[in-house]
């Protein structure tokens, strides 16, 4: 069967709201690669993100007919490379979806372009430096390498990127602002056990923090059958080990800055790929800290301070510490796994995978899990 690993990278509107996923499927061209990789897409339907738009395109494999074995979800819109617009295969495809009513994105445009006759493309992707003029979709900018280059491509005309150009290009300030650190403090009460009224004080200081805590709890993500009420009643559902997940949360999604949700959600998504990829190579009890640590890997972006600086005042064990700060320790393969889910280079991605002792569709599998978690928070 052929190997196929997903990555993915968020679609951000001219308001850097996320709009819509992109997934770009990896495998090695082959006779009957598209085929393969519509089984594969097929057995991944019970984890299908649903909250959003998905863009699917494809890196190694021409796409061809052998995708139309595909069960296309509803919210699906399948690329169709440039390069590609001539080849029979590929115009076979794009008959066969547009007659199954599934949406189309032209992948790589430029003017000039010679586009086929009868084929209609919702989105048209396009590098920030090409000439985009008569372009046959809304243009999206993508392979941005920053912020100020997604600036560039909005003024241009463009109505949103692809990619992580959000990650960069971010300075950082030198302390936290006094709502982070009361959400530090709680933290570290929870984490030291402290008695719950001392906690629940705590919270009191701050209401709206109370109420997200709670509505993170009980978010489709968390799948608990009983509505928790308090913090008291969490503590007695959940124990204490379990809310330093939760409310591990409530720091990740503590910045006020209005671009803030797609790296809410890129972070929560890491944590929660890393949690779902250990649960065969870790011990149960480590599964939570691997949360924390890939939720925690964007801090300095997120909260605009130094990772150090970030980390300085909290109580997080070593594992946790080493992996981000130094890169070292159990948790940093799958940090690393988890930043080369979010990139485009197949060979790395296979290797990271095949050094955890992965199979490629179980990382698949985590990968999209760990984005409709993510989505499940409602967090923009």
């Not at 295969?89 to 009868?118: H, K, N």
């Not at 493309?121 to 920053?146: H, I, M, N, Q, T």
């Not at 003024?155 to 300075?171: D, I, P, Q, R, S």
């Not at 109420?211 to 959940?238: C, D």
Request: glycine share 8%; charged share 20%; proline share 6%.
């Amino acid at each position: 069967m052929t190997a196929m690993l997903i990555s993915r990278e968020p679609v951000l509107n001219r308001g850097r709201a996320i709009t819509a996923t992109r997934l770009t499927l990896h495998a090695a061209p082959a006779p009957g690669a598209c085929q393969a990789i519509a089984e594969e897409l097929n057995e991944l339907a019970d984890i299908w993100p649903a909250a959003r738009t998905v863009f699917v395109g494809f890196d190694g494999p021409l796409p061809d007919a052998g995708l139309l074995d595909w069960q296309v979800p509803s919210n699906a819109m399948v690329e169709i490379p440039a390069a590609a617009l001539a080849q029979p295969q590929t115009q076979e495809l794009m008959q066969g979806l547009q007659q199954r009513g599934v949406a189309l994105c032209l992948d790589g445009y430029s003017a000039g372009v010679a586009l086929p006759p009868g084929v209609e493309f919702r989105f048209v992707l396009a590098e920030a430096g090409a000439a985009v003029s008569g372009a046959p979709g809304l243009l999206l900018a993508k392979g941005l390498a920053d912020n100020a280059q997604f600036d560039m491509c909005t003024n241009k005309g463009f109505g949103g990127a692809a990619g992580w150009f959000f990650l960069k290009g971010v300075t950082p300030a030198k302390k936290l602002t006094p709502g982070q650190a009361q959400t530090i403090h709680l933290l570290n009460l929870v984490r030291a056990n402290a008695d719950l009224k001392e906690i629940e004080a705590a919270l009191k200081r701050d209401v709206a923090l109370s109420v997200k805590l709670l509505r993170y709890i009980n978010s489709a993500g968390f799948g608990l059958a009983v509505e928790i009420q308090s913090f008291r009643h969490a503590v007695t559902m959940l124990g204490y080990d379990k809310l330093n997940k939760w409310l591990s949360l409530l720091l990740v999604t503590s910045s006020k800055d209005p671009a803030a949700p797609a790296l809410m959600q890129a972070a929560i998504a890491r944590g929660r790929f890393m949690e779902l990829a250990g649960r065969e190579r870790v011990d149960k009890r480590e599964l939570d800290n691997l949360f924390i640590a890939g939720a925690f890997s964007l801090l300095d972006i997120l909260l605009g301070v130094l990772m150090e600086t970030a980390l300085a005042d909290m109580h997080l064990p070593e594992a946790i510490n080493d992996a981000l700060i130094s890169s070292s320790g159990p948790y940093a393969p799958f940090l690393a796994l988890s930043r080369a889910a979010e990139q485009k280079d197949f060979p790395r991605f296979v290797r990271l995978a095949g050094e955890l002792q992965l199979g490629l569709p179980a990382v698949n599998r985590a990968q999209l899990e760990a984005l409709s978690f993510a989505d499940s928070l409602q967090l923009s």
